[in-house]
């Protein structure tokens, strides 16, 4: 099935996720708008898709209304990726996060809604459960956030919902559990830990852990992230809308056992890599001990099946790695 006639705006389009989504629903034939202003996002990952006529990019930064209001027009769907991510980053200029994660999601709603887009779809993330101790995370039990970026994603639900509420707008949340695969970034400060640990271990570099590696994590590879977008944006179930979902995988591994996997997949392409020793450092402010995500509700209003468990995803992330940045 040819869905020319639909066209979608994915914003932060140049990033890890978003061009990942960008990537997929220009093989499903959909014509794609790209949203970014390439503060974290990458030329590179979307270079690819410039020879496509499908695809249009929109180098602007949702800050700005009127690039908001530019970038949704003839738009049906938004997949609303763009954002600045990173807890130490926000800890270090709250401001920033401040400014992009909430002022910038307001305009996109706003733009959205003036421009009477069918339905809006956003990255949240599964930092909005704070300090709730509960396991696995369920959607309606929060705690209170644990850092200026997890108050910033909690406030974007809290608008979407108003939207739904005031403005009869659709929107669909999709709480986001440590996402990973290929095209994520491993260099800079704020990268994540999958990435930056196989550059580490490519280099024959020791990883530093954060703790003692016991804290552990729902990992969710990106083609699970890239099926809940679908289902989210095609969904026809009226129950499925003006909610938000649990992005993942539903299973947790401790940061131990992953940087064990990944020296295991690793050294089947450098054996020197098995030996090299990991580094136990201090926790990390704002840091969450455990993070399980229940995904009943996403199977349930959603048909979501996630094909991927951490283990398999995790094999074709350091394949992906050790070919495009060896």
């Not at 994603?153 to 739904?164: G, P, Q, R, T, W």
Request: hydrophobic share 35%.
């Amino acid at each position: 099935m040819t869905n020319n006639n639909t066209s979608i705006l994915i914003t932060g389009g140049a990033g890890f996720i978003g061009s990942n989504l960008c990537d997929y629903f220009l093989a499903k034939a959909y014509k794609v708008t790209c949203l970014d202003n390439f503060a974290t996002g990458h030329r590179h990952n979307i270079e690819a898709f410039f020879s496509n006529p499908n695809f249009t990019l929109l180098e602007g930064d949702i800050r700005d209304p009127q690039t908001c209001a530019k970038a949704v027009k003839n738009i049906d769907y938004v997949l609303h990726q763009a954002a600045l991510g990173s807890v130490p980053r926000s800890i270090q200029d709250p401001f920033t996060t401040n400014e992009v994660n909430i002022t910038g999601f307001m305009n996109m709603l706003i733009a959205s809604r003036d421009a009477g887009v069918k339905r809006f779809i956003y990255a949240a993330s599964s930092s909005t459960y704070g300090d709730s101790e509960n396991l696995p995370k369920v959607e309606d039990i929060i705690g209170k956030p644990l850092s200026p970026y997890a108050i910033t994603k909690y406030v974007n639900e809290l608008y979407a919902e108003i939207f739904s509420k005031t403005y009869g707008m659709e929107t669909i949340g999709l709480r986001y559990f440590n996402v990973f695969g290929r095209r994520q970034d491993p260099n800079g400060a704020y990268a994540a830990v999958i990435p930056k640990f196989v550059m580490q271990l490519m280099q024959h570099e020791s990883p530093v852990i954060n703790g003692d590696g016991n804290y552990s994590r729902d990992f969710t590879y990106i083609d699970n992230v890239i099926q809940m977008n679908e289902l989210a944006m095609i969904s026809d179930n009226p129950a499925a809308v003006n909610t938000v979902y649990n992005t993942a995988f539903g299973d947790r591994t401790t940061l131990n056992e992953m940087v064990s996997y990944l020296k295991t997949y690793l050294s089947e392409f450098d054996s020197e890599i098995a030996e090299i020793p990991v580094i136990h450092g201090p926790n990390r402010a704002g840091d969450i001990p455990h993070s399980l995500a229940s995904i009943e509700k996403a199977k349930k209003l959603l048909n979501y099946n996630p094909k991927f468990p951490f283990q398999d995803g995790l094999k074709e992330a350091v394949k992906w790695y050790w070919e495009n940045l060896k």
